[in-house]
Nanobody
C-alpha cells in the first residue's frame, strides 16, 4: 500500500508564505497524480492543486492561482505546495492526495495523507 506523509504546515501572518511537502512511501508501482486538497471548518474538502505525472501538467483552484505553486520530485515520490501571499481564508487542513498503483496489475487507487493544519492570521 501507499502511505502519504505531509509536513510543513503551521501558523503564519497574512501575506506570508509556507511550503508543504508530501512524501509517498510503501509499495509503489506507479503514481498517476499527486496533489493537494484542503478542508476548512464547516466546509467540504476542495481541490487546491494537482500535478499529473505523465506530461507534468498542473491544475489549480481559481482561488489560489498566481499565489500557490505545485511541484514534484518524481525520483523521491514527493509533491510540494509553495504558498505565497497567504490570506486568512486559506486557513484549513491541507491533505496530500495521490492516485497510484501499489503493484503491477493493481487498479488506480486514491490515497490520502493525514492532513496538516495551515492557519493564516489577519
Amino acid at each position: 500500500q501507499v502511505q502519504l506523509v505531509e509536513s510543513g504546515g503551521g501558523l503564519v501572518q497574512a501575506g506570508g508564505s509556507l511550503r508543504l511537502s508530501c512524501a509517498a512511501s510503501g509499495t509503489i508501482f506507479s503514481i498517476n497524480n499527486m496533489g493537494w486538497y484542503r478542508q476548512a471548518p464547516g466546509k467540504q474538502r476542495e481541490l487546491v492543486a494537482t500535478s499529473i505525472t505523465s506530461g507534468g501538467s498542473t491544475n489549480y483552484a481559481d482561488s489560489v492561482k498566481g499565489r500557490f505553486t505545485i511541484s514534484r520530485d518524481n525520483a523521491k515520490n514527493t509533491v510540494y505546495l509553495q504558498m505565497n501571499s497567504l490570506k486568512p481564508e486559506d486557513t484549513a487542513v491541507y491533505y496530500c492526495n495521490a492516485l497510484a498503483k501499489a503493484y503491477w496489475g493493481d487498479i488506480v487507487r486514491t490515497y490520502w495523507g493525514q492532513g496538516t493544519q495551515v492557519t493564516v492570521s489577519s
